[in-house]
């Protein structure tokens, strides 16, 4: 696709999130908790279920996992759950410009185990920046995957990054994810942001 048209895509994509964003939550509240690559929503679901104060975001590339996902928080009546069809970061652009995270969850994202794909894995240092640029001081980012590779890189960037610092804080919080069910074991992470506010 030629650039202008990839830029235009673009430009449409976030103007349209922009403007879902402004009907969800006619107020939305100062911090949110996000879970990226939220799937089918049985994690979110499950969160927010516990964490009534929490406003709690899923968002996923793919349509036919949010539509169960939306589904599904319908069904359990909850206004502090919603889900979003889109990419991660770009819906990260679309947050009204006050929101901050307060608790990220990036559980079994797509591993992409071949070297020459890597590039495709949603945590690379970029996107890490980029979610620190949104969250709150002391914010969460909680990390699980079943791939032990991909576990020690995102271990190492976290180390070294500015930004985030590993610590030996417990899970906040359990509930199967459909990927999970599926893996003989897993591994799992959680780092603070030491960001000071943007
Ligand atoms: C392996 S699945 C894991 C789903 C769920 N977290 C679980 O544990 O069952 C990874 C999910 O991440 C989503 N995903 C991948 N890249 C993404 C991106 N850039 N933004 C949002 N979602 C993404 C995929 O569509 C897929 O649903």
């Known amino acids: 696709m030629p650039i202008e048209e990839a830029n235009a895509l673009r430009s449409s994509r976030l103007a349209a999130l922009q403007a879902e964003c402004a009907e969800l939550w006619g107020g939305w509240p100062a911090a949110i908790t996000l879970e990226i690559g939220c799937g089918h929503g049985h994690f979110l679901t499950a969160y927010a279920q516990t964490n009534p104060a929490e406003h709690c975001l899923g968002v996923d590339l793919l349509a036919d996992r949010v539509a169960r996902a939306r589904k599904k928080a319908r069904r359990a009546g909850r206004a502090n759950l919603a889900f979003f069809h889109a990419d991660a970061a770009l819906l990260l652009e679309a ?12 559980l079994f994202p797509d591993p992409w185990p071949k ?60 509930f199967e994810t459909v990927f999970q069910s599926r893996a003989e074991t897993h591994h799992s992470l959680v780092a603070r942001c030491t960001a000071p506010a943007p």
């Open 115 to 174: 070297r020459r794909h890597h590039k495709n894995r949603i945590l690379q240092a970029p996107f890490l920046q980029q979610l620190a640029g949104r969250a709150l001081p002391g914010a969460l980012l909680c990390f699980r995957t079943d791939f032990e590779p991909y576990f020690r890189e995102v271990e190492s960037l976290l180390s070294n990054h500015p930004a985030w610092r590993p610590e030996q804080a417990p899970w906040p919080f359990e």
């Open 95 to 106: 947050l009204p410009p006050a929101v901050r995270l307060q608790r990220i969850f990036v």
